[in-house]
């Protein structure tokens, strides 16, 4: 199996420096459920998106601080490959700006979130089960594409993930965080955040770890077909 991952995290602070890239996150996640599968990364942030005629058995689009309403060169032309994929039903699964940017290219809506920040450890569900995962995110989607079945959610992202056809799946969170980016990525931006927002946080970091094994796996038998 050999999968694109579509890098569109354009966070080049000294803080993004210090980690791991959004590629190599992803790698090693899937790394921990499917040990033999190869990855390619793809900068598209940076207009680096691979040729028209790559052949790849699945395709991933990860976060960013950028929101999809931008209206960059590279998020236009993202949108388009989206509709690409679609059309071709190659099987692509997107997380947080993935997520959005998905649901966006095909004729979903995104918007701020009604109660501001959501980050953290978030309870959320996912096809019928509760799982707890990583969350970093001020906009979420509105309204998904026509015909796309909601898949997961609460009540603070009633659109959580979003599955079309047996070819796309999405998730508003983070699946590739460690819990100890996420922790280090709440104090890096705590004095910006509202003091709720970061006390909560805390607290639920302190008591609980995302189900990283879980949705790692998902994700693998997502592009299995499975």
């Given at each position: 199996m050999h999968i694109a991952i579509l890098m569109t995290n354009t966070d080049e602070s000294d803080f993004a420096q210090g980690h791991p890239k959004d590629g190599e996150k992803f790698a090693t996640l899937l790394a921990e459920v499917r040990p033999d599968w190869r990855v390619s990364v793809f900068s598209v942030k940076d207009g680096a998106f691979p040729a028209d005629d790559a052949a790849f058995d699945g395709w991933l689009i990860t976060g960013?601080?950028?929101s999809v309403h931008d209206g960059e060169p590279w998020i236009e032309r993202l949108k388009a490959l989206i509709r690409r994929l679609d059309a071709d039903r190659a099987p692509l699964f997107g997380a947080c700006f993935g997520?959005?940017?998905i649901a966006e290219a095909l004729g979903g809506q995104v918007t701020d979130n009604p109660g501001g920040w959501v980050f953290g450890l978030t309870e959320t569900e996912m096809e019928g089960a509760p799982i707890r995962l990583y969350a970093a995110h001020v906009q979420q989607?509105?309204?998904?594409p026509e015909g796309?079945?909601?898949t997961g959610g609460n009540a603070d992202c009633p659109i959580g993930s979003f599955a079309?056809?047996?070819h796309i799946l999405?998730?508003?969170y983070h699946p590739e965080m460690t819990h100890d980016f996420i922790s280090a990525l709440v104090e890096e931006y705590a004095e910006e955040l509202p003091p709720g927002v970061v006390a909560q946080a805390r607290t639920d970091l302190a008591a609980r770890q995302a189900d990283r094994h879980r949705i790692?796996?998902?994700i693998a038998r997502f592009f299995?077909?499975?």
């Open positions: 960013s601080p950028a997520h959005q940017a989607v509105a309204r998904a796309a079945r909601i079309l056809g047996d999405t998730t508003q790692a796996d998902r299995e077909g499975r």
